[in-house]
């Protein structure tokens, strides 16, 4: 698994750390995103889970959903809902 460090995010292929008012924290795949820009084949307002992530130095953040990579820009993280 690859890590790519990128100021105050690590991201690798299976977790992204953010930095929420409550603190700095790991959320691990499936992460839970609602759609704010329509990406095709998901409509806006849609609540879909991230698959995976990628990242390098040339492409920006990508979630994969659905089986196909779309912006990290077109969607927002959820609330997660705790491991049991």
Do not use: W
Not at 19 to 25: A, E, R, T
């Amino acid at each position: 698994m690859s890590t790519y460090q990128n100021n105050n995010q690590a991201v690798s292929s299976d977790s992204l750390l953010v930095y929420p008012k409550s603190g700095l924290i790991r959320l691990y795949c499936p992460i839970k995103v609602a759609c704010l820009i329509e990406s095709p084949p998901i409509d806006v307002d849609d609540i879909v889970y991230v698959e995976g992530i990628s990242y390098t130095r040339k492409t920006p953040l990508l979630y994969l959903i659905k089986g196909k990579f779309h912006s990290f820009q077109n969607f927002q993280i959820l609330k997660q809902e705790p491991i049991k």
